[in-house]
């Protein structure tokens, strides 16, 4: 079992940046594959970013490439996501994410995470 708690939502401007945190709390194996997802109003949750918790290996939408960063703190046990140059499409409610992995490996896609956070509101206005 893992427990997630998103947290630094809030509003900005676009080309202004936000840093959104999960603090995650629970087994270790639980928690192999972590990602970020977002719902914006009237759309179907999608793919953000993911990483391999204990290797650090990412992948992230198309959509937010070279814009936002995911990164794990281990110390603090808290995944991040830096989010720089927003864009009014951005916003959306967002999702943090955890899951054991699927045979060593870990996807851009929801249904392969079992475990939720609440979510953060992020809205950006233009």
């Known amino acids: 079992q893992v427990q997630l708690v998103e947290s630094g939502g809030g509003s900005v401007q676009a080309g202004g940046s936000l840093r959104l945190s999960c603090a995650v709390s629970g087994d270790t194996y639980s928690r192999y594959c972590m990602g970020w997802f977002r719902q914006a109003p009237g759309k179907e949750r999608e793919a953000v970013a993911r990483?391999?918790?204990?290797?650090?290996?990412?992948r992230y939408a198309d959509s937010v490439k070279g814009r936002f960063i995911i990164s794990q703190d281990n110390a603090q046990n808290t995944l991040n996501l830096q989010m720089n140059s927003l864009k009014s499409e951005d916003t959306a409610m967002y999702y943090c994410?955890?899951?054991?992995?699927?045979?060593?490996?870990?996807?851009?896609?929801?249904?392969?995470?079992?475990?939720w956070g609440q979510g953060t509101q992020v809205t950006v206005s233009s």
């Open positions: 994410a955890a899951d054991p992995g699927r045979g060593g490996y870990c996807f851009l896609a929801e249904i392969t995470y079992s475990y």
């Open positions: 990483i391999k918790f204990s290797e650090g290996r990412t």
